[in-house]
DNA sequence: ATGGTAGAGTGTCTA
């Protein structure tokens, strides 16, 4: 019986879950995180080291770890019904279609998709074009899941808006900010789906992603790309939510940041 | 146009 209490909802592209699961484990405590999805994993299962989110009290499902990519979803209030979607697209062969995936389940009477979107790459390069039908295939899927509490969250390298990048000129030929793209991502806002983070932590400069060069987040120029997803009902719950800028700074931190947020009792 | 940093793993590839 899929209970209906207060849930905390986290996800992070931890870039590495090997390379940071101390990170994670401080996450997890330091914010109460009931549930915690994880993209750019970048190992094998067998390879990660959960016994320690274990030991919080963690159960742990991952799917399509390789090095550059991977997902994963962290829950303490249950892990039912764990889907993988995505392990490859018809048309594309490997290692392109090995490149992204999404991992479902539900937690705490909510269904939580964890979603790697393909990066893209160039928007000449076959990647984009990966990325785009990518992104229609996860709306079409998404639609079934509209009528039920369900967020779907992660680094869906997309920059909606303008003000969701610190300068759109250096973006003039680049991936994130095309109109496919941005339209790719609007379609699920049309469908329905809600944007349950930026009310909460409007704009402009308000970034989930910097760039390791040039001290890119020591100077606040950054990319708003990683989302929380809601349904109509699981939006109507999320009373609270915020980007934990902070991970972001020092030594040995991924180059996105954790977005949090709050589902009240239903 | 290029390069800058970081993580995977030894060759570069990816972001």
Redesign the pocket.
């Known amino acids: 019986m899929a209970s209906l209490g207060a849930v905390r909802i986290a996800t992070w592209?931890v870039?590495?879950?090997?390379?940071?699961i101390d990170r994670v484990e401080a996450l997890v405590q330091r914010h109460d995180v009931d549930v915690l999805a994880l993209q750019?994993t970048?190992?094998?299962e067998d390879?990660l080291p959960l016994m320690g989110l274990q030991a919080l009290g963690y159960d742990v499902a991952v799917a399509g770890t390789n090095?550059?990519?991977g997902v994963a979803i962290i829950s303490r209030v249950g892990l039912e019904d764990v889907q993988v979607g995505f392990d490859g697209m018809p048309g594309y062969g490997e290692?392109v279609a090995a490149?992204?995936r999404a991992i479902g389940a539900v937690c705490g009477g909510v269904r939580v998709w964890s979603v790697y979107v393909?990066?893209?790459?160039k928007p000449d390069d076959p990647?984009y074009h990966y990325k785009l039908e990518w992104l229609r295939t996860l709306r079409a899927e998404a639609q079934q899941w509209l009528d039920a509490d369900a967020v779907i969250v992660g680094?869906w390298?997309v920059a909606p808006r303008d003000e969701d990048v610190f300068d759109m000129a250096?973006f003039a030929?680049s991936t994130h900010v095309t109109p496919p793209e941005r339209a790719a991502f609007q379609a699920f806002l049309d469908d329905g789906w809600v944007d349950v983070v930026r009310p909460h932590t409007p704009g402009p400069d308000v970034y989930t992603y910097w760039?390791?060069?040039?001290q890119r987040f020591e100077r606040n120029r950054g990319l708003r790309i990683d989302f929380i997803l809601g349904s109509p009902s699981a939006a109507a719950r999320v009373h609270h939510a915020f980007i934990d800028i902070d991970e972001r700074a020092g030594?040995?931190?991924?180059?996105h940041a954790p977005v949090i947020a709050d589902l009240d009792g239903g």
């Open positions: 592209n870039n590495s879950l090997r390379s940071r750019e970048k190992a094998r390879q090095q550059w990519n290692p490149e992204s393909p990066n893209g790459r990647h680094d390298n250096q030929k760039d390791y060069y040039r030594h040995g931190a991924s180059d």
